[in-house]
């Protein structure tokens, strides 16, 4: 599985930054979620390259924000 953290040697991407940043000061109760943020950066990482992406994630996860938020900073074409 692929491990996605904050790493003070790389820029940190728009789509981790709403995650991290803008959503818990806008969305009352919003908490952080790893496996959130790795399931949006592996949505944003796909429509980047055109590639196919499938996840899989239990309940609670965050899946809607995690492919919804990366759509909206991705520009194709």
Same mark, same amino acid.
């Given at each position: 599985?692929?491990?996605?953290?904050? %790493? @003070?040697l790389r820029p940190i991407s728009? @789509?981790?930054?709403?995650?991290r940043e803008t959503?818990?000061? @806008?969305v009352s109760g919003y908490e952080v979620?790893?496996?959130?943020?790795q399931m949006a950066l592996m949505v944003e990482r796909g429509?980047?390259? %055109?590639?196919h992406v499938i996840a899989e994630a239990g309940? #609670?996860? #965050?899946?809607? =924000?995690? =492919?919804?938020?990366?759509?909206?900073?991705v520009r194709r074409g």
């Open positions: 599985m692929l491990e996605v953290g904050i %790493d @003070v728009p @789509v981790e930054k709403i995650f959503l818990p000061g @806008v979620r790893e496996q959130q943020i429509l980047l390259h %055109d590639e309940t #609670g996860t #965050g899946k809607s =924000y995690a =492919y919804l938020i990366p759509l909206s900073f």
